[in-house]
């Protein structure tokens, strides 16, 4: 089972300045396997970036993924007062029925 | 437009099961992979396990096998997933997802979520 290790663990910023989110894998994500979600309260989580670095349908351009291997980065160029959330990073395996995980979760709050 | 239905709240005892279903709209539903989600009170997202609803194969998350039973009826483009021996820990919302429109295994859609109490 691949662990996924996100931090900081709380994120504290203004609108209008620079988020970068951290996502560490214990081996090697296969094919670049790695999503980016969005959860705010009461709500299901909501795709960001798949495929560590492809936006999902709708998802603005100040959001981006980057990264490979062990190592992937989510940054939000310009925080919207819609940005603070909880963001979790996922990865999904080489064939359908593998095993996926996430990582903890960042809590993005306002500073 | 592609749509995940899930049933509603329950309350439950300990060593109890439950049964909650996942039903789909707006998409040949034999033709992805549907997935279940859990998320405990202010905690992170924990992956469970996986059906393919064309064929019933399943895979489970190891901490959830012998406990958790995904299912499927293609005939009403349903799925659901069985808890067993049901614990306080178990106390959470639960999610079906899968992806619907991407095409790349990611979670593009979501259920609404079905929130379980387990207590005595």
């Known amino acids: 089972e691949i662990v996924l290790t996100q931090s900081p663990g709380t994120l504290s910023l203004a609108p209008g300045e620079r988020a970068t989110l951290s996502c560490r894998a214990s081996q090697s994500v296969s094919s670049n396997y790695l999503a980016w979600y969005q959860q705010k309260p009461g709500q299901a989580p909501r795709l960001l970036i798949y495929?560590?670095?492809s936006r999902a349908t709708g998802i603005p351009d100040r959001f981006s993924g980057s990264g490979s291997g062990t190592d992937f980065t989510l940054t939000i160029s310009r925080l919207e007062p819609e940005d603070f959330a909880v963001y979790y990073c996922q990865q999904y395996g080489t064939s359908p029925l593998a095993e996926y995980t996430f990582g903890q979760g960042t809590k993005l709050e306002i500073k | 437009q592609v749509q995940l239905v899930q049933s509603g709240a329950e309350v439950k005892k300990p060593g109890a099961s439950l049964k909650l279903s996942c039903k789909a709209s707006g998409y040949t539903f034999t033709n992805y992979y549907m997935h279940w989600v859990r998320q405990a009170p202010g905690q992170g997202v924990e992956w469970m396990g996986i059906i393919n609803p064309s064929g019933g194969a399943t895979n489970y998350a190891q901490k959830f096998r012998g406990r958790v039973t995904v299912t499927r009826d293609t005939s009403t483009s349903t799925v659901y997933m069985e808890v067993s021996s049901l614990r306080s820990e178990d106390t959470a919302a639960y999610y079906c997802?899968?992806?619907?429109?991407?095409?790349?295994?990611?979670?593009?859609?979501w259920g609404q979520g079905t929130m379980v109490t387990v207590s005595s």
């Open positions: 997802a899968g992806d619907m429109l991407t095409g790349d295994d990611a979670f593009d859609t």
């Open positions: 495929g560590a670095s």
